[in-house]
């Protein structure tokens, strides 16, 4: 008997029409002990898999089920949440819907749930210390839950499902929101929990760092398992027929050496970093001596020199000019220290540690922050004279949780809220919504409500309602987490189509494949300081800088500066500098 079952099932939502399903003939077996991964395009039926397997489904959400989901043969239907919650522990996609709201402090939210276990005090406490320690958050033990950024929100939610110790871990997304070395601590984790016989299940779409963990993946589309094999195998069939996932750059560059037949094509294509590197080896010689490595100028203090600030107005009228930004909230956290730089055109990627300060930075940008010290310009006025309302007609922001910005009850609705608001008349209006439901293409989504999508279209439904406002200035917090191959191409896309346009794009991300492919300027933060603002190439080639904000250099950049080759940013600059060479 496997430890949780699905047979024949089929699932449909109240919200969803007649001739829609969530998902449908499914059955899946797994065994105690199983680590495996769901992949798959957005809306596939991932979310709701998860939600079968742990009970939520028929517990919380209404609909018409058929089939059976079983937990320890025992179906969850049979069971109550509170006996299935002593068996599994869930981790949701949004980390914001983990949160109580009835705590004062991340010690007492994680130890929240441990109150319905009989356990003493000082048991909760200590178990709840272990949790955060485990996922490295110890240091906000005092902190209020409600002043955390996302990453670190991300980080509480896990701690208070691990605190509880559960035979049974099931995780939505839960990497969406952490720095790239934080996201691979939580596989880690999980992973170490796994070869403690803890059986775990995890919906991503990080493949290149998820996938040399797995037992099992399984790809689902159209709300069926459509492949389900070893990661290899499935990521392997994905570069072969162009699966609508994310393929790691690993199983990428394997491909192409054994299409080229510098590698024989029997021999299994490279799932971790070290076995493509030794492949490439196998061609390339890596170097006596690290060489290639691009650095950024430093400070005799070591710290990197940031593009010159000037306080002259001519300087102050760019479209966006922070200097000697500080800022400092309430509860005494300095969140931004002496950051300067101005920002004129293309794309700008902001990068850096989960609490670095970059969405505390882009708060000042549109008056939702006010500088501590120092003072934040756009288009030449002082943020601190101008009202929200009246900043809303130069920048536009995105936040990196959509649902604090959708209230509408269809995308059109939404999409047209931005511009109507700022005075356009009808024909503005239209204009600028249909140019924003096609860049993010909302189109033919245009009369559903975005409540009923999952949060990667939701994501874009928020992106597309900024956008057409037609903003100078526009400011995406985030955009891509979460989001699948599509979504990602997508958003790449309106990057570009809106730089094109003439506008300043500013992104928030810790995708760093995106910003090596989009981004014209890179500026990383480490604890409220920029320390290191330059073209994205010399930014992202300089790994001992990025370390200092837990960021590495894409696993194409580390390639190739591994190989002696410089830091390329793309497989093909990869492939064409090996052959140079």
């Known amino acids: 008997m496997s430890q949780l079952e699905l047979s024949d099932v089929t699932f449909q939502y109240q919200t969803q029409p007649d001739d829609e399903y969530a998902v449908t003939d499914t059955s899946l077996a797994i065994e105690k002990g199983s680590f495996v991964g769901i992949t798959g395009p957005s809306e596939a039926g991932k979310a709701t898999i998860c939600r079968l397997l742990s009970g939520q489904i028929p517990h919380f959400y209404n609909g018409d089920l058929s089939g059976t989901a079983t937990v320890d043969g025992t179906p969850t239907s049979e069971q109550s949440i509170g006996e299935l919650s002593k068996k599994i522990g869930f ?12 705590t004062s402090t991340v010690l007492e939210e994680v130890a929240f749930g441990l109150e319905s276990r009989g356990l003493t005090s000082r048991e909760m406490r200590e178990r709840a210390k272990e949790a955060l320690a485990v996922i490295g958050v110890e240091d906000l033990i005092d902190r209020d839950p409600q002043q955390l950024s996302g990453g670190q929100c991300q980080r509480v939610a896990i701690a208070s499902v691990i605190a509880m110790q559960p035979e049974i871990l099931v995780l939505q997304q839960p990497t969406a929101q952490l ?36 037992d099992r993946l399984l790809y689902m589309e159209d709300g069926q398992i459509r492949l389900d094999d070893s990661p ?74 940031n593009r010159p600030s000037s306080s002259n107005r001519s300087d102050r009228d760019e479209p966006v000019v922070l200097d000697d930004l500080h800022h400092t909230y309430a509860s005494g956290v300095e969140a931004l220290s002496g950051v300067s730089f101005s920002l004129e055109d293309g794309c700008v990627c902001l990068i850096g540690q989960n609490g670095a300060g970059k969405s505390t930075l ?9 500088p501590t010290e120092g003072a934040v310009y756009v288009r030449g006025t002082d943020t601190r004279d101008a009202t929200v309302a009246e900043l809303a007609h130069d920048v536009g922001l995105s936040f990196q949780n959509p649902d604090d910005q959708l209230f509408h009850n269809s995308v059109e609705e939404e999409v047209e809220y931005g511009p ?8 503005e209006v239209e204009k600028q919504t249909e140019r924003a439901l096609e860049l993010f293409e909302l189109t033919e989504r245009r009369e559903e409500n975005p409540y009923d999508f999952g949060e990667p279209w939701r994501k874009r439904v928020a992106a597309a309602s900024i956008v057409a406002m037609d903003t100078p200035v526009i400011v995406l917090d985030e955009p891509t987490s979460g989001q699948d191959a599509p979504g990602r191409q997508c958003l790449g896309n ?25 981004a014209d300027r890179t500026i990383l933060l480490s604890q409220g300081s920029a320390i290191a603002d330059g073209d994205t190439q010399t930014v992202l080639g300089d790994p001992e800088t990025l370390a200092r904000s837990n960021v590495h250099p894409p696993t194409v950049t580390q390639f190739g500066l591994k190989l002696g080759v410089g830091p390329v940013m793309s497989v093909d600059e990869l492939f064409d500098a090996i052959e140079a060479k």
């Open 232 to 305: 290899r195998a499935i990521l392997t069939r994905a570069v072969e027929t162009d699966l609508p996932i994310p393929v790691p750059t690993t199983i990428e560059i394997g491909h192409r050496l054994r299409t080229a037949g510098a590698i024989p094509e029997d021999e299994p294509v490279p799932l971790t970093e070290t076995e493509c590197l030794t492949e490439l080896q196998r061609l390339v010689p890596a170097p006596a001596s690290p060489s290639g490595d691009a650095a950024v100028e430093t400070r005799s203090d070591g710290s990197t020199i």
């Open 420 to 427: 109507r608001n700022l005075d356009y008349d009808e024909d």
């Open 179 to 214: 720095d790239p070395e934080g996201t691979e601590e939580v596989f880690d984790i999980v992973s170490d929990m796994n070869d403690e016989e803890y059986t775990v299940i995890i919906v991503s779409q990080e493949l290149e760092q998820l996938a040399p963990h797995l």
């Open 494 to 518: 309106a990057v570009e189509t809106l730089v094109d346009r003439g506008k300043l794009v500013v992104v928030i991300t810790h995708d760093i494949d995106f910003v090596r492919e989009h």
């Open 91 to 102: 981790v949701f996609e949004n980390p914001y819907d983990q949160m109580t709201g009835a």
């Open 362 to 370: 882009v708060k000042h940008l549109n008056g939702l922050l006010s």
